[in-house]
């Protein structure tokens, strides 16, 4: 039995629907809730969904579920263990937060496997990014495969933001606590810091080994004193934008993302260009996306008639880049490009 949306009593819903998260005996990490509980609470336009780990619940049978999700944490290894047995109505589904660049799949086994993505990727079935930008009537701008701006309106710095940046005096700052990246966005930081320097810019790094302060009150310098947060992520892929944009966007300072900053002096020296990078406040927002978003959509989809499709080529689909240096030497034979 499942709940009923209004009551949260134990009237049987009709027809539910039993998702399960597959899980091995030597990897306990399931960072998916379980229960129904999670799609009243985010008022899901259908709610017959249930998942749990318990492969034990329908019967002491795993074919019995519609779905399971595989969390990509449980798949890691050339020695995959996945389901022996499987039937034609089951959707299997892939289940990432982590970055492909960072976590790519090698075993050939899971290409035609999948039948459902769900992932940060904007090309995934289900799409489940990290932030989201949205007008003042809660309409979803981005990000989707095709964003569409309003080119219309008028930008005008707003009072508030005004305030917020007058005093600020600093020209650039990152906090950072992963020191290690195989993009090695740390040698790139400090290469950046040194050409800044040559424009009397300052660059303020806190953590690895640099400035040390309390998470917190790093947050509150943002605000107070630099114009720029520099936004690094840890890996370097398609579509992987994490929720690190807000430290800039909640403290009033400007993003500069990785690769692509090329500001000099001109800027702070002149404060009207400076304001104009704030002008869109006054027409978006920038939010981190509620956790496990996209769960309605997974349950929507479960109660759909639509017709079953795989993921022919999975792994190229998830990490689209020369695999071989990434998987080998693995001494595994189900290896192939």
Request: with cysteine; proline share 3%; charged share 25%.
């Amino acid at each position: 039995m499942v709940y009923d949306l209004d009551e949260r009593n134990y009237n049987e819903i009709e027809n539910p629907k039993y998702i399960l998260i597959w899980s091995l005996l030597n990897h306990t990490e399931v960072d998916i809730a379980e229960g129904q509980d999670i799609f009243l609470d985010n008022q899901c336009p259908v709610v017959n969904c249930y998942i749990t780990s318990d492969k034990y619940l329908l019967e002491a049978n795993y074919t019995n579920f519609e779905a399971i999700i595989f969390n990509i944490s449980a798949i890691r290894n050339w020695d995959l263990e996945l389901p022996i047995y499987r039937t034609k109505k089951q959707l299997y589904i892939f289940y990432s937060t982590k970055s492909s660049d960072s976590h790519p799949l090698c075993n050939k086994r899971l290409d035609n496997y999948f039948n459902l993505t769900w992932t940060y990727k904007l090309n995934s079935d289900i799409v489940s990014p990290f932030i989201e930008v949205r007008d003042f009537e809660d309409n979803l701008i981005a990000p989707k495969k095709y964003v569409k701006w309003n080119t219309s309106l008028h930008f005008n710095i707003s009072f508030e933001a005004e305030k917020r940046i007058r005093h600020k005096r600093k020209a650039m700052i990152w906090i950072v606590d992963k020191c290690i990246t195989r993009n090695n966005r740390f040698d790139f930081a400090k290469r950046l810091q040194s050409e800044l320097r040559i424009n009397f810019l300052d660059f303020d790094i806190f953590g690895c080994g640099m400035y040390e302060c309390h998470y917190g009150s790093c947050t509150a310098l943002i605000a107070k004193q630099y114009y720029f947060y520099f936004v690094a992520e840890d890996s370097d892929a398609d579509d992987y934008v994490t929720e690190e944009i807000l430290k800039a966007y909640d403290n009033y300072a400007v993003a500069v993302i990785m690769g692509v900053a090329n500001y000099r002096s001109y800027i702070i020296k002149s404060p009207h260009i400076y304001k104009r990078f704030h002008d869109w406040r006054k027409y978006y927002t920038i939010k981190e996306t509620r956790p496990l978003n996209g769960i309605c959509d997974l349950c929507s989809y479960l109660n759909s008639q639509q017709e079953t499709r795989v993921r022919t080529h999975f792994r190229k689909w998830w990490y689209n880049k020369p695999m071989e240096n990434r998987c080998l030497p693995g001494g595994a034979d189900s290896f192939k490009e």
